[in-house]
């Protein structure tokens, strides 16, 4: 592929950071340009990049797809309200959940959001704001995964063959694509970010729609939504590079005030690594996951069984779906 | 119910011994009686001690339902006959898959089991036999987990109203149902049974079925079987209650050779119990587990991912289906 790593050894954060605005600056003009958070790492970087570089000509949107965990659509704009970047907050949870409605293949479902997010909503604020560009917080590891065919990345356009200008109407600037996560954190805590944002543990493009096995409705997300809260909750304090908890569409016995439940079952990932290409689970105390799965079946409803995920990836991903 | 349970600390090996033989002899008489051997710790004890008191008037037969585990067909049959007591080896595969054809509910695929092994295969055999009693292993357990409704177990009959005399023409026979299972393991050692048959874990009625969420297959019992094999290999040191495998329906995503592969993902499960009513996970070693999983992704064709169950019964059962 055409795109130079940049190696974190070979990083120089303040440099990069100076370098990338005056490209953005000198691309963009006088023009204008979108962005839209999803306040993860790479997005919130390439936001306050941005708009060091653009002030007011950046126009931010925060597109709450009903697929995202406990208040964090509320709690990301309000964290870059603090940082003096204005969001604006979007909500788009019937376009979404329509479009994954009977949608059972991950593929699928990863598609419909691509769709729904591209073509759809996003698309359409990106056609009626009349920017001509469009930042995007693609990271190396993306183009990578994409290119090699593991996973196909929801922000990769360009190295598919795809030419935005042509059928979208704007042009892709990707101020990141050249650093690993290691990197973007550096850029981060560059840039003044407080650390709970620029360490935040990675979570994935679909949202919590990845960790739906199955079809992805608003009962289920809301289900793998708690999960998550109690194992974010959980699982915080620890120095793990990501944790999850997957919603299995496999339905399993379970007994309740001794009678027979036939329930749910919430798988645990917790990973150890460095980039993400290579990963394993982390070695938890036994009792803390034994106090996990207590908390998960009385505070999910319907919850009756917990596994931990003991496999390394590869030949396991670091997510299910 | 009106079955009244012997306790481990009244039980008396020998008087039992002497007592059910006696009992047997006296019910049977000069007729004869049937009896089928799945292997277990209760069917295996009951056979003994049935031979005990009937001699060549007691027929046994080992049905292969195609859901066993690797050997195991030939491997009880050959026990046995170490013992002196002389089994006949059915197949009857084909029989048992055509009726899990399609069935992926739980309760459907145990009562096809049921049905074709009661209704089906065995049933014919008690009919060829002429033999007016038919021996069963049930034990106090399977009674009291059936009429809670927490659990059909498949040898339950008498307990659900079902009149087998006028039903199949014969008069079932129970010679464990007082005790639970460490009074028949006890019974098992009393009866001279080496400590392999007598402590071996206990496996369930609808055998490698109950290890495969959704619909049985013979390529899916081929898979569990030899997870089955895997995980047996690997627990079989310590001193769990039991352990076991089980293959899931969902799938997800893993990667090979640096491709994508949308795999299989086998849960283990690994009990502390006394008398399975209730149980904990076992706390394993975390070595042990990858290791596990290791040697899962890699001999297990299509396994791409690995969990262990963390959860106590109750919420959950021991087995998941």
């Given at each position: ?27 963009v ?37 009903g ?13 870059m ?23 059972t293949?991950?593929?699928?479902k ?137 919603l ?11 009678k ?26 036994f009792d ?6 207590d ?27």
């Amino acid at each position: 592929m055409s795109v130079q790593e940049i190696k974190l050894n070979d990083l120089k954060p303040e440099a990069f950071i100076e370098e990338q605005c005056r490209l953005i600056s000198e691309q963009v003009g006088p023009s204008k340009a979108v962005n839209a958070l999803s306040g993860g790492v790479d997005s919130s970087v390439t936001t306050i990049l941005a708009y060091q570089a653009l002030g007011p000509r950046l126009l931010t949107y925060f597109i709450d797809n009903g697929l995202m965990r406990e208040g964090e659509p509320e709690s990301v704009v309000y964290a870059m309200k603090r940082l003096g970047v204005p969001v604006v907050l979007l909500d788009a949870r019937r376009d979404f959940f329509a479009a994954l409605k009977g949608k059972t293949d991950p593929e699928e479902k990863r598609q419909a959001i691509t769709d729904t997010f591209y073509k759809g909503v996003f698309g359409r604020l990106v056609k009626e704001s009349g920017a001509p560009y469009l930042l995007q917080g693609t990271i190396y590891t993306d183009v990578e995964e994409t290119v090699a065919g593991i996973k196909r990345q929801h922000n990769i356009l360009a190295q598919l063959g795809i030419d935005t200008e042509k059928a979208f109407g704007y042009k892709v600037i990707e101020p990141l694509i050249q650093l690993r996560k290691p990197g973007v954190r550096a850029i981060g805590e560059a840039l003044g970010m407080p650390v709970s944002m620029y360490n935040r543990p990675p979570f994935p493009g679909p949202a919590l729609a990845a960790r739906v096995i199955g079809e992805v409705t608003p009962e289920r997300v809301a289900l793998a939504r708690k999960a998550t809260l109690v194992v974010e909750e959980a699982l915080s304090g620890l120095e793990a590079f990501q944790y999850m908890a997957i919603l299995h569409e496999d339905r399993v016995t379970g007994m309740r005030n001794g009678k027979r439940e036939y329930g749910f079952q919430i798988e645990i990932r917790c990973w150890d690594s460095q980039d993400a290409v290579t990963a394993s689970p982390t070695k938890l105390p036994f009792d803390l996951l034994r106090k996990l799965a207590d908390r998960m079946t009385s505070e999910v409803p319907g919850v009756v069984s917990v596994t931990y995920n003991v496999t390394a990836k590869p030949p396991s991903t670091i997510e299910a779906v």
